[in-house]
């Protein structure tokens, strides 16, 4: 037998103490990559889906929620503003585009969005099936609600009231699916796309404004023609020059109906609200992966005492010092290794869990399939405690008395 195989007899003649030192590495290195991989995956998506977008302009109340439902579109919005805004916005000399947003339905949990075929062009998304819509009640959805719905091109579809499933249907004016995009990995890919016009004639169905005479809805082209006094839920603005940023938030919100938010700015607020989180978690891990690398250590010094005859016998037999060390060390190091890739299959295991039972975690299903260098440093760390835990135990037996240990039997 060789030493290698010497040390990997030692940790299996002690079952319960290796499963707990694994275990433990295990647990405390799994919660330290899920952590890492999701939180990576988060700060990449919200800085990927708020890229090119300057300021958020909306009605008045929290600047984080209105960043919330207009970028990233995972809150409701805190209500209207005149769809008239947009075209003074648009007229302002330090406006370079601006792209109205109509929210407050959804189909099957995956938001409808009122907007222009200007917000395709802003992700970069492209067709993969069919064309973008031209008329209102008309609707261009994304990869993920194509995948998780069953629609395609000529599909047809009620919305619904909210954000959450369930909610009343608009069975009156459905949908028709006139194009599928091409997967982004942006928020677009989670959106239901079309006209403005398309919300202002679901909802004036809904609430019965306008109606004719002989009690019908409204329809959606009259929708398209009569627009005074409408409103949209909020604008998406890009800077025609860094110089805006320093006074056009500003002017906007000196304004009794609109407030100006700036999604790096919020971005940033929102990191440091999770970041306390994350940071505690991280603790916990670091906790867990430390009382595995102190067990570890008292298993291997409590092993010594009932091996050194054996290592007494060893050495008579020709072994060195350095053999003895090693013996110790690479049973420390096996069941490191052991608990650190069973610790980071755990935690890429446990993220893909997460993007498949939780629709809203569904794109953390990347994440789970990646490889971020920093799982790397967290191999590194758990060897380095296996090293640190059989230092001790091995000097000892580097020093230990061959003559003394054999007489005593």
Sequence with gaps: MTLTGLAFAYARRRPLATALVVALAALGIAIATATLLVSRELGERLHRDARGIDLVVGAKGSPLQLVLSGVWHVDVPPGNIPHAALAELRAHP???GAIPLALGDSVRGFRIVGTEPA????????????AIYSRPMEAVIGSEVARRTGLGVGGRFAGSHGLAEGGGEHGDL??????????TGAVV?????????????????????GAHDTGAARSADEARTDDDGREITMLLLRYRSPLAAASLPREIN???????????????????VFGVGLDLVNAF?????GASGLLLFVALAQALDERRYDLAILRTLGARRSDLVWVLLAESLALASAGAFAGLALGHLAVAALATWLPAAAPLANAATG?????????ALALAGGILA???????????????TLADG
Excluded: Q
């Design 390 to 404: 059989a230092a001790w135990p091995a000097w000892r037996a580097a020093r230990m008395d061959v003559a003394a």
């Design 285 to 289: 891990a670091a906790i867990l992966v």
């Design 94 to 96: 330090m406006v370079a």
């Design 254 to 272: 000196k304004s009794s109906a609109l407030v100006a938010a700036s999604p790096a700015y919020e971005t940033a607020r929102l990191f440091t």
């Design 119 to 130: 917000l395709v062009e802003h992700y970069g998304a492209t067709l993969a099936s069919g």
């Design 174 to 183: 459905p949908y028709t699916v006139t194009g599928v995009l091409a997967p």
């Design 189 to 209: 890919d989670r959106l239901v796309l079309t006209p403005v016009e398309s919300v202002w004639a679901v909802h004036d169905s809904h609430h019965g404004a």
């Design 371 to 379: 490889f971020v260098p920093e799982e790397a440093w967290l191999l």
